[in-house]
């Protein structure tokens, strides 16, 4: 265990912080325990490391509502389904750890695999997770949110927090969570995030800095397309909005994998004809110049 003390600046007074980083459940365990011994509030913030503003500011929130906030690191290989796209995923606990010091998180949990999986990687069991892994994501990533399941429930099991704060940008990600933690009986508050986005409206996440210049400029077309979709829901044929909105797509150089509008709680796919009052999402899968980029919309 290491403690990394930083000063805090509160109305013109330096506190004392420390950042306490983990590698052991057994460690977590112990810091957990003695936490709910003195009745503290415990906020969790899963990632997967590559930290950008994004997650910052989920541990921000995090560290003003509860009184313990622990952070998590590990790339999760299971939710993998192309190792490729494992083998690339960006990896830099040096500065991770740098830009943890400037929010006031208290605990970073970095596990090893063989931590967090004693039992080894594979696996015959699945979790239920009410078709919520059939659609979109899904229907692409195959086993994806099967390993997202695996993992949640070993760190939710770990940290046992009265909030857990994820980030709207990874919006299926989060019904698959809020459907586990009642399936679970949980008594775990998920706290949805807005997606924070760079100047040009392209959603933060790790895999932009795989895009090159040129590439990261023209992403922000994705937001675009999303809130061309967002704007002309009750306008125009539905059809014809999705169709323009692929064009957008096509015509910055990328392509578009799925554009769909479903249902904000189900995800299941709407019948537009009688959708009027019905909470609606429109979540897209974009590959630009080889990285797979995703983002979404609610639509009123
Ligand atoms: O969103 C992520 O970074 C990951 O999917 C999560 C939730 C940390 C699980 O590995």
Redesign the pocket.
């Known amino acids: 265990m290491c403690a990394i003390p930083r000063l805090f600046l509160f109305n013109s007074v330096s506190i004392p912080l420390m950042l306490v980083i983990i590698h052991s459940p057994a460690q977590l365990q112990e810091i957990i325990n003695q936490n709910r011994k003195k009745n503290r509030t415990i906020g969790f913030v899963?990632?997967?490391g590559a930290l950008h503003e994004g997650h910052l500011s989920l541990v921000r929130k995090c560290a003003r509502e509860t009184q313990l906030c622990i952070v998590s690191v590990?790339v999760?290989p299971t939710?993998f389904n192309d190792p490729k796209d494992f083998e690339k995923y960006p990896v830099h606990t040096q500065s991770d750890v740098e830009k943890l010091l400037t929010t006031r998180a208290d605990v970073l949990f970095m596990p090893s695999v063989d931590d967090m999986y004693p039992e080894g990687l594979q696996t015959e069991d699945t979790i239920d997770l009410g078709g919520l892994d059939q659609v979109m994501e899904g229907r692409f990533r195959p086993g994806h949110f099967q390993g997202?399941a695996r993992?949640?429930k070993k760190l939710l099991l770990m940290t046992q927090p009265d909030k857990l704060y994820m980030g709207q940008k990874?919006y299926q990600?989060c019904a698959v969570v809020a459907h586990l933690l009642k399936i679970w009986k949980m008594k775990t508050k998920l706290v949805i995030c807005p997606t924070k986005r760079e100047k040009n409206g392209l959603a933060m996440s790790s895999r932009n800095e795989r895009l090159s210049p040129e590439t990261r400029a023209k992403a922000g077309v994705i937001k675009s397309a999303l809130y061309y979709v967002k704007n002309n829901y009750h306008k125009l044929p539905v059809e014809l909005i999705l169709e323009k909105a692929r064009l957008k797509i096509r015509e910055a150089g990328f392509e578009t994998e799925y554009l769909e509008i479903a249902d904000a709680r189900n995800l299941q796919p709407v019948d537009h004809s009688i959708s009027k009052n019905q909470k609606l999402v429109c979540c897209v899968a974009v590959w630009a110049d080889g990285v797979r980029l995703i983002d979404n919309v609610l639509i009123d």
């Open positions: 899963p990632t997967m590990f999760n939710q997202v993992i949640m990874d990600q």
